[in-house]
């Protein structure tokens, strides 16, 4: 447990050192979300109607920016394999990695939506819906993105192979956490639809870590 | 059962065994096919609302299956490979998934080929007709990573990861139009009281369905066999560098 603590401060203070990274992610959310009401058009209610739609994508794209960081540093240098070596099981070190992923770059990400929100027009309690969504479905993103991530580790250019593997299976998430907005902006209840997020949550927990770890040791041999 | 897989596992008995399925395997696809394509085509009525576009689905509902059936076999024989190590599993995955993709993309065309006269749109978004365009991008994934390794044992396990993954999507393929209200029809072959549609319709459609299965067998078999004749030809070539 210790040794999962330490390896978990390490890897959020070196994500917090690389500032830059996470401002870069920002900003493409940011300009990303932006173009929608350009090239849509600046009708207050089409933007209240597309808003959940627009930010849950645009979340996902921008998250799917950051995933080729979760692995990529520490297996060029090499200190992946010292992991591997230490006391710690791969499927730990996997989760290490995952949580600081979620914690560095997609919250951030969850934290600026209320205010692209609100520039969307998007409803109040949409705005409370978005939030909540995202906080239980984006996990979701870091730990498939994990595995994506891991087995494209090894290769040159895997940046569009890894959004090939992910986004198929990121389709899910989108669909419940845009259907559980727009539940709550017609003040119909949401809870179903977290319920889904939340379980699809787990359900990707208990897997992707083993099969993130699988993909490592297949990189690393 | 473990003991008879591994006897398969053996290229040379595999193959001795595909080869003597293998003509077998043609004259049935020819047959079935023909045979379920005339009663589908002439012999079955045309239905009283849908008129002749109703024949579609004797090509569009065995291609959705296969799609999912030759997936699952993917999975299966990756998992077996995975596991037990079997050379022949991971060869068998990787010459499924260009069939399978093609079946798959087979079921998308002619339903949205079907969908603009019943529906009035090519393309609706449905739980099901989504789940099946995933399945098609999971397909072409599984295909990327074989080509993005030059190790090919390395692709192998790396696609084998995938193909398990991703064969999460197969069950809600399968139940999507139960969980969902979508504009998709039930399952109306396989039910739990039996087939719900009348005798000169299911019987062309089974038999389309098995001729589709033999059309995989062969063509399966032609590609598996292609797999393990190039790999022993790399052999050939490495040891032949080596001397």
Partial sequence: ?221 | MAIDLHKYANPTRFLRIANAIFPWSIVTTVVLLATGLYLGLFVSPADYQQGETVRIMFVHVPAAWMAMSVYSMMAVSSAAGLIWKHPVADLSAKAAAPIGACFTFLALVTGSLWGQPMWGAYWVWDARLTSMLILLFLYLGYMAVWGSFEDQSKAAKAAAILVLIGAINIPIIKFSVDWWNTLHQPASVATMDGPKIHSSILTPLLIMGLGYTSLFVTIFIIRVRTEILGRRLRMLRVNQLQE
């Fill in chain 1, 1 to 221: 447990m210790r040794s999962f603590l330490a390896l978990l401060k390490r890897d959020m203070l070196l994500a917090y050192r690389q500032g830059s990274a996470l401002t870069m992610t920002l900003s493409f959310f940011v300009i990303a979300v932006t173009l929608f009401p350009l090239g849509v058009g600046p009708e207050l209610n089409v933007l209240a109607r597309i808003g959940p739609g627009v930010l849950w994508v645009g979340a996902l794209l921008a998250c799917l920016l950051t995933l080729d960081r979760i692995f990529q540093a520490d297996f060029e240098d090499g200190t992946l394999e010292q992991l591997m070596l230490g006391p710690l099981s791969i499927e730990f070190i996997v989760l290490t990695k995952i949580i600081a992923h979620w914690v560095m770059s997609v919250l951030p990400l969850i934290a600026i939506t209320p205010i692209l929100a609100i520039s969307l027009n998007v409803h109040a309690d949409g705005i409370w819906a978005m939030i909540f969504s995202l906080l239980i479905g984006s996990p979701v993103l870091s730990l498939i993105g994990a595995v994506g991530a891991a087995l494209t580790v090894a290769m040159r250019r895997g940046g569009v192979l890894l959004s090939l593997l992910v986004l198929p299976l990121y389709i899910p998430v989108l669909i419940f956490g845009v259907a559980s907005v727009e539940a709550a902006v017609a003040l119909m209840p949401m809870a179903p639809h977290l319920m889904l997020l939340g379980g699809l949550s787990l359900g990707a927990l208990v897997v992707c870590p083993f099969a993130a770890a699988a993909a490592l040791r297949l990189a690393v041999e």
